[in-house]
């Protein structure tokens, strides 16, 4: 009967939703026609603009190993202190968990916005604004990935008296290591496309490129910079994927510990060379002039937010805006979830026994997520005009990608016990997926699909700055003009908007798991 009943709950919000954003196929269809002439503008590709694209890409690379890398070390003892099955002391875990969400839970423009305004404009900006933006992200999912970890080891280590440090190190860390892997390279291949965005308010990389060729309305260069960082993404997943098979399933020829240990000082040796190589391409400008008035102006602003802004008689409110962007970013996770699933069996490795059919899995879910939101968002504006609907197409198909990513490692990381087993009994193949396959991913598919839910939110507010609906619009004008009280009262809503999502999303993991 609940079932049933969260599905009532569940379609009258997508109604709601698609009311609310005017989202009709029937519009879409329409559209599709503009699609077709806009896509032609992109082709065939300026290849003569390629010689530019080398410098931001490079500092784009440098920008995200600084950024990620820093992020995840200090995410990670967050996240130990978060999850209550490592940290049992409330006033220990519960101001973690509130650090965590509120550093989440700010968009990562308006990161780079201050720190522009802080250190200049420039790839030190974009850095800083990426570590906070790895930070929210893999703070979080460790910490859920550390709570679903089995109690098994840990019961057994505290029985034999292990002291919390033996028991992080034995019991903790190898069951939340390939996980952990597999997100930092997740974060990575992220923060390469979220400097897309960074670069709209002058915080360096392919960003800063990608505005100048749209402001000119120079699509055919636009397509260069997407094809060349699908380039660098599928790579990074073709490492991604490689490492985390090998610390899941180790190597198929059991290696001497000679060559294991001399493996991982290769691997940090290789990490200590791309930390040096990105700290000497940052070029640190250091404090600006102007700093110390701006950032004075900024916490005024923000420590006193305008809270004339929250309900507006004439409309377009705080309150307005934020119901608008949950409908946006509900509606098109809906769409996503339902859509990336076949995709994500389809880039599974174990779901097929050619490489080649997983292989082309995974290049197509790169491409799609490769793609930035704001392009899509333009693409969309083209069919079906400016407004929410757009936005609900350009973070749904973006969704796709990122969702399809996610599910189809935690198809990869699942027990094949229980479906090698049916099998022998003589399953088909869709018992065997519905009694050994969907029981065990169903968990990582839920807590995937809501963390996205909650990241398309902070998503959405970006998509304003192009006419794509939700409180990205009256943010980006705030910031723009300065107004640092109306930015406030914007982060409140945002903050406790996303605040209430993590908390549906960890009561709803919690039945589930």
Not at 47 to 63: A, R
Not at 110 to 139: C, M, Q
Request: glycine share 8%; with cysteine; net charge positive.
């Amino acid at each position: 009967m609940k079932l049933y009943s969260w599905l009532v709950v569940l379609l009258v919000l997508f109604i709601g939703s698609a009311y609310q954003t005017e989202a009709t196929l029937t519009k879409l269809f329409t559209g599709t026609p503009q699609i077709w002439s806009f896509i032609k503008e992109m082709f065939p590709p300026d290849w003569s603009f390629t010689p530019k694209v080398w410098k931001p890409m490079k500092e784009t690379l440098q920008m995200a190993i600084i950024g990620t890398l820093l992020g995840a070390v200090f995410a990670f003892p967050t996240a130990l202190i978060a999850a209550r099955n490592v940290t049992s002391t409330p006033w220990l875990y519960y101001p973690a968990r509130l650090i965590m969400n509120l550093l989440r839970t700010i968009p990562d423009l308006l990161y780079a916005a201050l720190f522009a305004v802080i250190v200049g404009f420039g790839p030190t900006a974009g850095t800083l604004a990426l570590f906070f933006f790895t930070y929210g992200i893999i703070s979080k999912m460790a910490y859920e990935s550390v709570e679903a970890i089995d109690p098994g080891p840990l019961e057994a280590m505290t029985a034999v008296g292990a002291n919390k440090l033996q028991w992080i190190r034995f019991g903790v860390l190898p069951q939340v290591a390939p996980t952990f892997l597999a997100h930092l390279l997740y974060t990575f291949e992220v923060s390469i496309r979220a400097s897309a965005i960074l670069g709209l308010v002058g915080a360096g990389g392919i960003g800063l490129l990608l505005k100048n060729v749209l402001d000119l309305f120079r699509y055919d260069q636009a397509v260069v910079l997407i094809l060349m960082t699908l380039v660098v993404v599928i790579v990074i997943d073709t490492i991604s994927t490689r490492l985390r098979t090998l610390l899941l399933k180790g190597a198929k020829r059991p290696l001497r510990p000679s060559a294991s240990r001399w493996g991982w000082i290769a691997g940090i040796g290789v990490t200590v060379l791309l930390v040096v190589w990105s700290l000497a391409g940052l070029e640190f400008q250091g404090i600006q002039e102007t700093a110390k008035v701006m950032s004075k102006a900024m916490i005024r602003g923000l420590l006193h937010p305008d809270w004339n802004y929250v309900w507006l008689p004439e409309g377009e409110d705080l309150v307005r805006n934020l119901l608008m962007t949950l409908s946006i970013s509900y509606l098109g996770n809906i769409v996503s979830m339902i859509i990336c699933v076949p995709l994500a069996f389809w880039a599974a490795a174990n779901m097929s026994r050619s490489r080649l059919v997983s292989g082309s899995g995974k290049i197509a879910l790169s491409i799609i997520r490769t793609v930035p939101e704001v392009i899509m968002a333009i693409v969309f504006i083209k069919a079906v005009g400016p407004g929410a609907y757009a936005g609900v197409l350009a973070l749904g198909v973006h969704s796709i990608g990122m969702l399809g990513k996610l599910y189809a490692e935690a198809i990869e990381n699942m027990d094949m016990g229980p479906s090698e087993a049916l099998t022998a009994c003589g399953a088909n193949r869709w018992q065997t997926l519905s009694f050994a396959v969907i029981p065990q991913v169903l968990p990582d598919f839920l807590s995937y699909a809501l963390f996205r839910f909650e990241i398309n939110v902070r998503s959405a507010t970006l998509l304003g700055i192009i006419g794509a609906g939700g409180i990205g619009t009256p943010l980006i004008f705030a910031i723009n003009g300065y107004s640092w009280s109306r930015v406030g009262i914007i982060l409140i809503g945002i903050i406790v908007t996303v605040s209430i999502i993590d908390y549906i999303s960890g009561s709803l993991r919690k039945r589930i798991v």
